[in-house]
């Protein structure tokens, strides 16, 4: 059984990053999430050897859904227990999107998904994180001051 674990704080030193993902904001605080085989997500990926974590983010971004990104915060990281043989770590930032290109075909895979806003209080419906997302989107919550 796999098991997921939010953490507000910084991935310890000695644990694997397989993912950086980001909740990208427009103006109105709506999130950016994009669709995949009938499966709602967020933009990220995996990073690539000697890429910092936001520079994977950005990179990501930029090939799944088109969208420049700046005012990159750390927000924490989602602990999974019980995939591999250790934890790892799934990084997730928050990110203000600075201009949405043209929806086309992801750089990496050559899929087309469907972008939507979504407001942040509907997201976890969306992305069916339960109680990891819930902790997530309050922690995003706290950090853009909202309640």
């Given at each position: 059984m796999i098991?997921?674990?939010w953490?507000?704080?910084?991935v310890p030193s000695d644990m694997k990053v397989y993912q950086v993902s980001g909740i990208l904001l427009n103006d109105r605080t709506e999130v950016l999430l994009y669709e995949e085989d009938g499966r709602y997500r967020i933009p990220g990926g995996h990073p690539i050897e000697n890429e910092n974590m936001e520079d994977t983010l950005i990179r990501e971004c930029f090939e799944e859904v088109n969208a420049s990104i700046d005012n990159i915060t750390y927000l924490g990281y989602q602990e999974v227990i019980g995939d591999k043989k250790e934890p790892y770590a799934q990084v997730r930032y928050i990110a203000k999107i600075r201009k949405l290109g043209k929806n086309?075909?992801?750089?990496?895979?050559?899929?087309?998904?469907?972008?939507?806003?979504?407001?942040?209080?509907?997201?976890?419906?969306f992305l069916n994180w339960d109680d990891v997302g819930r902790k997530m989107i309050q922690t995003v919550k706290e950090k853009i001051g909202i309640n």
């Open positions: 098991q997921y674990l953490h507000n704080e910084k086309r075909e992801d750089i990496d895979n050559g899929k087309l998904y469907r972008r939507l806003f979504v407001p942040l209080d509907e997201v976890n419906s």
